[in-house]
C-alpha cells in the first residue's frame, strides 16, 4: 500500500511508521473493532470529502452496538479527518480515510468492556479498488458458498471488524474460482451483498437493490438510489433470488472503495450486454460528477479540506 507521512492516533498526529499497537491488544484476540472507509477527491477547490459526517456517524454507531465508547465526538474526529488530509500534503486524484476504533492493551477474557478503546485515522492514496478496467468493461462476479450469517447471530449493520472474516473467505473462493469479487446469499437465499460492497440490478429499466435486512446500510447506496431517483430512474428495495440476478439486463456493485463498479459477468452467466450498461455508465458518471465536485445540487456532501 501506499504509505503517508502521518495517522492520527488517540488524539495526535504520529509518523506512519510509529502507529504501532501491542501484540496483546484485545481486538487481535477477540475482534471487537469498528472501521469505516471514507474517501476525498481532488476537485477544482481542493480536496473534498465526501459524505464525511454520515461516514463518521455511522463509526460511532457501529461502536454503540458492539458496546465500545469512543472517546472523540464526531466533530472531533471529522477535524481529525480534516487535518489528516492536509499534514499528508497528498497530490493524487482521491484519498481513502480509515477511521477505525478498537480495544487496546490491558485485560485477556472474552468480556471486554475494561479493555481500554483506542482511536485512530489513516489515509493514503488508492486507486479504482477493483481495478481501473473493470471501472470501464465490468466484472466477473460468484455467488459463493459462504452466506452473511443471519440476524440470530450476528450483527450485520455494524461495520465491525469481525464481520469480515466472512467476507475475506468469500472473496478468496471467487478469485480462486477465477472471479473478481464475491455476492453473498442470506441464510434464506437471497442476495445481501457482496464482500465489501452493495448490490444493483437493472430489470426494464428498474433499478433494483435487496433491503438492508442482515447488512450493513450503506452510504453509497443511498446515494446512488437518491441519485437515480433525482434522474427520473425508477427503484425498487426487494429481495433477489439468485435466478433474478442471472437474467437482470445490468448489475453493478457500489461502495465508498468500489465506487460504482459494473458487473459482466456473474457465475458464467453474461449479463445483458456483457459489458457496463446504459444505466450503470449514466449513474457511474453522475457518481464521479458528484465526488467531483462538479454537480453542484450534491455540494452539500462535500466537506472541502
Not at 450469517?149 to 478468496?172: I, R
Request: net charge negative; charged share 25%.
Amino acid at each position: 500500500m501506499n504509505a503517508a507521512k502521518y495517522i492520527w492516533m488517540n488524539g495526535k498526529f504520529v509518523a506512519w511508521d510509529d502507529a504501532k499497537v501491542h501484540v496483546l491488544s484485545h481486538t487481535l484476540h477477540y475482534g471487537n473493532g469498528v472501521i469505516e472507509g471514507t474517501k476525498a477527491y481532488k476537485t477544482e477547490r481542493g480536496y473534498a470529502i465526501f459524505r464525511l459526517n454520515d461516514h463518521t456517524k455511522r463509526l460511532k454507531e457501529s461502536a454503540k452496538m458492539t458496546l465500545m465508547e469512543i472517546p472523540y465526538s464526531v466533530e472531533e474526529m471529522n477535524q481529525a479527518q480534516v487535518e489528516l488530509i492536509r499534514k499528508n500534503e497528498f497530490s493524487g486524484d482521491n484519498v481513502y480515510l480509515r477511521p477505525f476504533a478498537f480495544l487496546g492493551y490491558g485485560v485477556m477474557g472474552v468480556y471486554h468492556k475494561d479493555a481500554p478503546v483506542e482511536t485512530a485515522v489513516a489515509a493514503w492514496e488508492w486507486g479504482a479498488y477493483l481495478g481501473e478496467e473493470g471501472m470501464k468493461k465490468g466484472i466477473k462476479l460468484k455467488i459463493v458458498s459462504m452466506t452473511r450469517p443471519a440476524n440470530t447471530s450476528n450483527m450485520g449493520k455494524a461495520k465491525a471488524v469481525a464481520n469480515y472474516l466472512n467476507s475475506q473467505m468469500a472473496k478468496y473462493e471467487a478469485i480462486d474460482c477465477g472471479y473478481e469479487e464475491a455476492l453473498l446469499l442470506d441464510d434464506q437465499g437471497y442476495v445481501a451483498e457482496a464482500s465489501g460492497a452493495s448490490f444493483f440490478m437493472v430489470k426494464n429499466g428498474v433499478l433494483i437493490t435487496p433491503p438492508n435486512d442482515n447488512s450493513l446500510e450503506s452510504i453509497t447506496q443511498k446515494t446512488v438510489i437518491e441519485m437515480a431517483q433525482n434522474m427520473g430512474i425508477k427503484v425498487e428495495r426487494k429481495r433477489i433470488s439468485r435466478e433474478d440476478v442471472y437474467i437482470a439486463d445490468e448489475a453493478f456493485l457500489t461502495g465508498t472503495a468500489a465506487e460504482i463498479t459494473p458487473v459482466r459477468l456473474i457465475d458464467a452467466r453474461e449479463i445483458g450486454c456483457g459489458a457496463r450498461g446504459e444505466i450503470t455508465e449514466k449513474l457511474q458518471s453522475g457518481y464521479f460528477d458528484i465526488v467531483f465536485g462538479r454537480n453542484k445540487e450534491y455540494d452539500h456532501y462535500l466537506t472541502y479540506v
